[in-house]
């Protein structure tokens, strides 16, 4: 039997940088296990095209990505989360909307690339530190046998990644 995929949040303030590309790589690393999406507290508007460049580089598809707020996925009629995970230390500590089912929560944070001083060649490389980090951390997430964990042992391990 096949499951539908899981649906996993991730949260920043801007959703311009490391929410955007942590939806494009579990979308392309979890091989149809997951279907990620990305939302902001205060959506910049835009996508930081350094980020797009490194999703592109790294085989992603960024068809259709944009910046939004994460209201869109509390609205009624949009998908149920089973995990939301909060990539930035901002978005770790406001107050988040309701969001239906009790998804699993956790928070990953990462260095923001898109605060790098430098040229172009600067800012590719710490956008692909932080590509090279995210990945990493999906690469155990992915790995969590996530049927054989009841609800709680779940939640602590996708928490404890946060510390990895």
């Given amino acids: 039997m096949t499951r539908k995929p ?11 940088a490391r929410s955007i590309m942590a939806e494009g790589l579990v979308n392309h690393l979890s091989e ?13 508007g835009r996508v930081n095209p350094f980020a797009l460049e490194t999703l592109e580089k790294l085989g992603c598809d960024t068809e259709g990505m944009s ?3 994460w209201d869109v996925f509390a609205a009624p009629g949009a998908p149920q989360m089973d995990f939301i ?9 406001e107050a988040c ?4 089912g009790s998804p699993t929560t956790a928070h990953w944070g990462f260095p923001d690339p898109s ?12 956008f692909a530190k932080t590509a090279q980090a995210i990945s990493q951390r999906l690469r155990l997430f992915l790995s969590l ?5 009841d609800g709680l ?10 510390s990895q």
């Fill in 6 to 16: 899981y649906n996993i949040l991730f949260l920043c303030t801007g959703n311009s």
């Fill in 97 to 100: 909307p309701y969001w239906p």
């Fill in 85 to 93: 995970i909060t990539v930035c230390d901002n978005a770790a500590g």
């Fill in 67 to 69: 910046s939004k707020s």
């Fill in 115 to 126: 605060h790098v001083d430098g040229d172009d060649d600067a800012k590719r490389v710490a």
């Fill in 145 to 149: 046998p996530m049927d054989k964990l």
């Fill in 32 to 44: 149809g296990r997951f279907k990620g999406y990305s939302a902001g507290s205060q959506p910049m």
């Fill in 153 to 162: 042992s779940l939640q602590n391990e996708v928490r404890a990644l946060g």
